[in-house]
């Protein structure tokens, strides 16, 4: 419930806003965050935008969390052949 | 460029892993409080990388947690009212009540509905306008001002069949009470997603008052072990302080509008928690102008006498006082499958992210 995930801004429109995560569109309310534009990194949780995100920081972030994912699937995958956890 | 090459370089977790290795002297116990991180220390196996100088403890922050047995209880009172929709986040539909849970109450024909935002659950009052929609409001501070944002946009558009059942709770007074009950904690891994809102103000006092510092994390190995790093030299250099690790999206100052929404809707009250009883200020109701959207105000329910699992630590869990192979039901009379606590339904849950990722280490 804690978990918010980064996303993009894609477009805006009044108090809501059309991001992207990871090519996944959704719906951001806008309505508790200040100054976001389009093109934007924003922190979407519970369909609200919470915060922004530092444009640098937040792309060197999403590819740690990408390289994780893929890091987890792969261990998930050897997990469950091997039936051991590994970490 | 600088900080871009360090968060792509695979080898710097055993970079990090290495530093603390090296650093770390003085034993150390540091608590996380943010159940976001408790599962991401399971997830990536993070204390088995650490020296035995560095103990890691989960504190009460999971909101599914630290919610009392007497919020589910009431929660399925109200769903076996007639006319009335219970929204929901899906986390806490399978929470055990004292003799159901909302799950079984949905599968016996009570109207309740996951939802993922507060919006959700707005759209769907205004869809059903001959039943009362209640939405269960449960969250730390990165959660409350959404509750806030829907309860304004009720307010705009004079939704009447809108109702909050709030459990919202804030994070500082629970931090606190730990250290008041004497519970040894050498630093704080800080909430990252709470701090966005609430900025870092409010844990100034715990290395003034109290000599705990404080360090806000990110989510990610990296971010963690970054943070159990600093938290280390805090230590080792007896400078305890406040310092943000989760720079990317954790401000000092938080996020003013969420604040500012948040005190427009909300006020502080006593709350109950989990293992630390009723705290001080430590919750959040409806200002006295937007009662009339209290669910607990507006609607009369019955509630059963609560009562609470027999032989579940979850209470010392969340102090970090045990840790759940201590409890003689975690993964025998309690599976994620088959909770018997709140501990191991959300994923956020210490017992919960023990099962899936630790039992066998
Ligand atoms: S294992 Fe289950 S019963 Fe035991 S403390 Fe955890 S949640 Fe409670």
Redesign the interface.
């Known amino acids: 419930?804690?978990?918010?995930i980064p996303a993009k801004v894609i477009s805006i429109d009044g108090d809501m806003a059309t991001v992207s995560v990871g090519g996944t569109e959704y719906r951001a309310?806008l309505?508790?965050?200040?100054n976001v534009e389009v093109g934007d990194y924003i922190?979407l949780?519970?369909?609200?935008a919470?915060?922004k995100?530092?444009i640098?920081?937040?792309?060197?972030?999403l590819?740690?969390?990408e390289?994780?994912i893929e890091l987890?699937r792969r261990l998930d995958e050897e997990e469950s052949t091997t039936g051991?956890?590994i970490? | 460029m600088k900080y871009m090459d360090e968060y792509r370089d695979r080898g710097l977790v055993d970079h990090l892993v290495q530093r603390i290795r090296d650093v770390s002297k003085v034993p150390v116990r540091l608590m996380e409080v943010c159940g976001g991180h408790t599962m991401s220390i399971q997830k990536f196996g993070i204390p088995s990388l650490l020296p035995e100088t560095v103990e890691l403890v989960s504190g009460p922050g999971c909101p599914v947690c630290v919610t009392g047995r007497q919020f589910i209880d009431k929660a399925i009172a109200y769903s076996r009212l007639k006319d009335i929709i219970i929204t929901t986040f899906g986390d806490l539909i399978r929470v055990p009540g004292s003799t159901s849970s909302l799950e079984k109450e949905k599968a016996s024909g009570a109207d309740i509905r996951i939802v993922y935002s507060v919006l959700d659950a707005l759209q769907v009052a205004m869809e059903n306008p001959d039943k009362k929609v209640i939405f269960l409001g449960i969250g730390f501070e990165t959660t409350s001002p959404g509750s806030a944002a829907g309860i304004k946009r009720a307010s705009e558009m004079h939704i009447p069949n809108f109702f909050l059942y709030s459990s919202h709770k804030v994070m500082p007074p629970a931090m606190k009470a730990l250290i008041h009950e004497g519970i040894a904690i050498s630093g704080f891994i800080a909430p990252g997603h709470v701090s966005t809102i609430t900025g870092t103000a409010m844990y100034e006092e715990f290395p003034q008052r109290y000599g705990v510092g404080c360090v806000v994390s990110g989510f990610e190995p990296a971010d963690l072990l970054q943070s159990v790093l600093m938290l280390v030299q805090q230590v080792e250099n007896r400078k305890p302080g406040v310092e943000i690790q989760y720079k990317r999206a954790v401000r000092p100052e938080g996020n003013p509008k969420a604040l500012q929404v948040l005190d427009e809707i909300f006020e502080p009250q006593d709350d109950w928690w989990r293992g630390l009883g009723v705290l001080p200020g430590s919750g959040l109701r409806l200002r006295p102008a937007f009662q009339h959207f209290d669910a607990e105000n507006e609607i009369a329910v019955r509630v059963e006498e609560t009562r609470d699992e027999k032989g579940c630590i979850c209470g010392d869990i969340l102090k970090g006082l045990k840790q759940p192979d201590e409890c003689k039901l975690f993964a025998k009379a309690c599976t994620p499958s088959d909770p018997a606590g709140a501990c191991m339904v959300s994923n956020e849950g210490t017992c919960h992210a023990w099962y899936r990722y630790h039992r066998h280490g």
């Not at chain 1, 949780?45 to 609200?48: E, K, L, Q, V």
């Not at chain 1, 640098?56 to 972030?61: F, G, L, N």
């Open positions: 419930m804690c978990l918010s309310s309505q508790i965050i200040e922190l949780h519970t369909g609200f919470i915060q995100l530092d640098k920081e937040a792309e060197a972030s590819k740690v969390f390289e994780f987890n051991k956890r970490l």
